[in-house]
């Protein structure tokens, strides 16, 4: 559905059995088969959507029923993840559902505004978008219409799905109201079995979410055709690599987009496990809350992080010294630094991973017997060395201001630059994207976009080894999520 402005038309009619208790204020969307209204529920004095059918398509017993379909497929499905039905009324002269009125914006009118979405965005977008499907299909509800216009984004961050008006109920074969063979649902986000006009289920609504995600992760559906016969046989091949998406959310999507449904996740809940997985593993950057994908409109709420700890891995290689704590790190004296206050605290702690290097270094000759492995699997105690046990970095607290959070990531780049770990030219980019975080008058939306590009920066500088170490990455990645909330939580100050 496309935006309207503000000064819309008269409101249209409504069905004479709501037309005493609901009010049309605004008119909101207009699509080719209904349009959708701000309305008020004046029995409950409480704000509603109201999607009324375009009046020329009243004539048609087909649409009306699907109308009614949407409304009683919905009505039986109570999920905080589903848009809710209140009332639904069908006369000669109009017809109308009324729905709970979701503030924000849909997912479509979120990706024509920032394209690509931050992985961990997408993933947690695309797990709510599953449960809803999951709960849907577990009722006998097939949803077979999933597409970035219908679902919406509220202001608290979380995904709500919308418009079931070609959804079919499983255990009822009277519910079917197109003829067998016909194509119904959006083009790009079609299973090859919806394609073929075969009896389609749940795993169509898993297709469609491995789309959904395609889209978020990468700006694009998984292929780029324009009829159905070209889409029939680029589905044959899933793609082999979901954009700059992380290696393990890449695979979650293509099994989602195989185009057996027998080897794609065994239900939409799988594949919200999978993506959950993900989000709580240390393949993933931080945790982080809701508002760190918010729209402009709820910009004040501060992003909760989570803190990981890093695993250590024994190594030959010199060990990435951690980053000093805030009781040795000079305190920021400027309300805002600029690329010199980033560039000077990395000067800073080379000087500390000089010092912590030479300190952490085993005698000569030693360098590598903590990490050699044993020649068989159960070595004697004589032929064993005892490996030297490695100091555990002191954890580092989350930074009070963006001012800590930008130091503490220059710092991990220039740790990362001294010993080889990060290249000249990665620590230069990374510098200069952390800097973005620092210019005056920052917006949400430019929050948001500096996360994008720094987040992308990190996973393409990891993936062409340019940093070269698994947990500097992470660190890079956990330090970003602090900037990032550093830089709401003065946005709302």
Known sequence: MCRVPESGPEPPRL???????????????????AEVWRGTDEALQRSVAVKL??????????????LTQEAQAAAALSHPGIVAIYDIAVDADAAAIVLELVEGESLAERLRRERILPPRAAARIGAEVAEALEHAHERGVIHRDVKAANVLIGPDGEARLVDFGIARLLADENTHLTA?????GTLRYMAPEQLRGEDVGPAADVYATGVLLTEMLTGDPPYAVKTPV?????????????GDAPPAVGEIVRQALDPDPARRQSSAGRLAADLRSWLETDAA???????????ET????????????MPHHPSTEPTPAAAPSPATTPASTSPRRRRPGVAAAAGLAVLIAVALFAVAQPPRGTAGLESEPPLSATPSAASTPIPTPTPVPTPVPAPASLDDALDQFGQIVATGQQDGTIDGDAAEELLERADR????????GEINRAVRDLNRSINELESKGQIASPEVANALRQAAAEIEAAARRELGS
């Not at 709820?298 to 700890?309: D, F, H, M, S, T």
């Open 437 to 444: 975080f620092a210019e005056d008058d920052q917006n949400g």
């Open 180 to 184: 067998p063979g016909t194509i119904t």
């Open 298 to 309: 709820a910009l004040a709420i501060p992003a909760l992080v989570a803190a990981e700890a």
């Open 285 to 295: 950057p931080a945790a982080v809350g809701a508002p760190d994908d918010m729209t």
């Open 230 to 242: 070209e889409l029939v046989e680029a589905q044959q091949t899933p793609p082999l690599v979901i």
């Open 53 to 66: 059918l375009h009046r020329h398509l009243l004539a048609d017993e087909t649409t009306r029923a699907r």
């Open 15 to 33: 069905p004479a059995s709501l037309a005493d208790r609901y009010k049309l204020d605004e008119r909101l969307a207009m699509g080719g088969s």
